[in-house]
């Protein structure tokens, strides 16, 4: 629009139309006016009305004040009344509707008024373009009530949403997840393909025209658009624009934050939960844990909390370890992540799994058993959080090994050297050696970290394994050697040595039991003979603990020739955790 006449110069143009009793002065939010009172009763029915009554200059002033007529409109409505052309543009549509409305400058009262020349500018210059539209929408949250009123607010709310029905990509562009198969293409860091991350928090997008809108705006829109069936994947994308413009363009955990900016965010966030989708998959799960972050950091209500975590549990598959390394932001946490709320995540997944495909679910745990090795490093964590971690791990792991479980227990028993036997027992209880490796079991016979019990649990299960093996082996290799008349008492036979040995396997365990027991009573002798002895140095307790492992390895039939163990481990880095 043209640059404003100043006040003295509009004042002086009308002085020639003016006769000296018609004249009125007024202020409009301080600024003064001198106006025909003629020229301005004959356009408004208002004015014209207010004129007819006592006193009609205080009323006049207090009318004009009630409406909080600003003086750039109110400039334009008095040109228009004394034969001024009034230049209509997107800014000033809405302004000048809702002042006319006021002043009730109808087609009743005066034909080719100005209500009528504003409402149709509005109808066909505004409305039919989207970027017009918003932009007029966002001007009205000053006269937000009248607009509303007047029915401008829903007229620019119905033009946004049949736009978008027509066109979705108004929206944005559907965000897809990263594959796995084109992480060697630079996609470590979780860039959506084909930079579709990148669009997302490109400000000056053709469709974040929509993000520019205040929440009180954006929010009835998306629900509007959710209710008509806008494809939810270009919902989902407005809404990703949404919190990055309104949330992750500042910090959400600065300290120095007003308390109204942090309110208004946490709105936002809590807003955009409501309005996602309930479509699986629509967003990758980074940018899922990225808004439970936000979410969290803002100390959102505890249902925008749970639907961002049930929406992450539906698609966990998805998710890396770094994604679950959720920051603990309580005040008196035991660990420095939030390990809680890994628990209701994968609780969420357990429930909601329904895939026929148990890839997800070994993924998962593949997944969780990645995450129990990074935070058994954490000196914080206690047994009975490890724990619970650990048996989710193991319900998850029921078609895979344990290896990954006996990795994260190592280096939990490393990193937590003061715990007693009975504690170090608790945490390796949820192993299941029958589901170890070779490899994991030999690592496991020769680490000194694992209790004494545990020990020996790997060296019965591995000769029960070999005892069983040769066995089935023999029966097999007779019962094809002599297959023929006497084969089916052969084959019984082999049965009842079968159960034989089974027995006295079994037999054998317990007397394996009974010199635990008494090797336990004799290491307990030892180490009080050591501390209470002449002499007993530091080398006499090493050389101690050496010959009393010795001894169990010659006992349990454990010797070997492999002194180069370390280097054996090395080979294994899957199995074996390094530790610096």
């Not at 017009?132 to 829903?154: F, H, M, N, W, Y």
């Not at 249902?303 to 770094?322: P, T, Y």
């Not at 490890?386 to 090994?401: D, G, V, Y």
């Not at 009974?514 to 009080?528: F, T």
């Amino acid at each position: 629009m043209q640059k404003m006449v100043n006040r003295r110069s509009f004042d002086s143009s009308l002085s020639s139309k003016l006769s000296a009793p018609s004249e009125l002065q007024i202020l409009v939010c301080d600024e003064p006016f001198t106006s025909s009172k003629e020229l301005l009763a004959a356009k408004s029915a208002k004015l014209a009305a207010l004129f007819e009554e006592k006193d009609s200059y205080e009323k006049i002033s207090y009318f004009l004040r009630d409406i909080s007529a600003d003086p750039n409109t109110f400039e334009l409505v008095a040109r228009f009344c004394h034969g001024f052309e009034v230049q209509l543009s997107t800014e000033n549509a809405v302004p000048l509707i809702c002042l006319a409305s006021d002043l009730e400058m109808t087609e009743t009262h005066c034909p080719n008024n100005l209500l009528k020349k504003a409402i149709d500018f509005l109808k066909e210059r505004v409305l039919p373009s989207w970027n017009e539209t918003i932009r007029a929408l966002r001007l009205s949250e000053k006269l937000l009530q009248q607009a509303v009123d007047l029915g401008i607010i829903e007229a620019c709310f119905s033009s946004i949403v049949a736009k978008a029905q027509v066109d979705p990509r108004l929206l944005g562009k559907p965000i897809k997840a990263p594959k796995l198969d084109e992480s060697s293409e630079g996609e470590e860091d979780g860039e959506c393909r084909p930079n579709a991350r990148r669009k997302l928090f490109v400000l000056d997008w053709q469709s974040e025209d929509l993000t520019t809108l205040p929440l009180q705006f954006y929010e009835p829109v998306i629900k509007a658009m959710n209710l008509q069936g806008i494809p939810p994947g270009y919902v989902a994308a407005s809404l990703c624009q949404y919190v990055k413009r309104w949330i992750c363009s500042s910090p959400t955990g600065d300290e120095t934050m007003s308390i109204y900016n942090r309110n208004s965010q946490r709105e936002v966030i809590e807003a955009v939960e409501r309005l996602l989708p309930r479509e699986p998959r629509l967003l990758p799960c980074t940018l899922l844990f990225q808004m439970l972050d936000s979410a969290l950091t803002l100390e959102a209500s505890a249902d925008c909390r749970n639907g961002f975590e049930i929406r992450i549990g539906r698609q966990l598959d998805q998710a890396m370890v770094n994604d679950l390394l959720i920051p603990f932001r309580g005040y008196a946490g035991e660990t420095q992540y939030d390990i809680g709320c890994v628990k209701r995540i994968l609780k969420s997944f357990y429930m909601n799994f329904t895939c026929p495909d148990e890839s997800g679910f070994i993924k998962v745990a593949d997944l969780i058993e990645e995450l129990l090795a990074e935070l058994a490093s954490d000196v914080d964590l206690q047994v009975n959080s490890f724990l619970a971690l650990a048996e989710m791990s193991l319900a998850a792991s029921i078609h895979t090994n344990s290896d990954g479980i006996y990795r994260a227990i190592d280096i939990y028993l490393d990193k937590h050297r003061f715990l007693t036997e009975l504690e170090k027992e608790e945490v390796c209880r949820v192993l299941d050696f029958q589901k170890m490796s070779p490899e994991a079991c030999e690592h496991a016979v020769r680490n000194e970290r694992l209790p004494l019990r545990v020990v020996v649990q790997v060296l019965f299960t591995e000769q029960l394994k070999l005892r069983e093996t040769v066995v089935q082996e023999v029966v097999v290799h007779s019962t094809q050697e002599r297959f023929g008349k006497d084969g089916e008492e052969e084959v019984e036979e082999n049965q009842r040595k079968l159960s034989r040995t089974e027995e006295e396997l079994r037999i054998e365990m317990e007397r394996m039991n009974s010199k635990v027991r008494e090797l336990e009573r004799e290491c307990s002798m030892m180490r009080k003979e050591m501390a209470n002895g002449n002499g007993g140095s530091h080398k006499l307790e090493k050389r101690g603990k050496i010959s009393m492992w010795g001894e169990i390895k010659r006992k349990f039939g454990c010797m070997s020739n492999m002194h180069d163990y370390s280097s054996h481990v090395k080979k294994k880095k899957k199995v074996h955790p390094r530790h610096g």
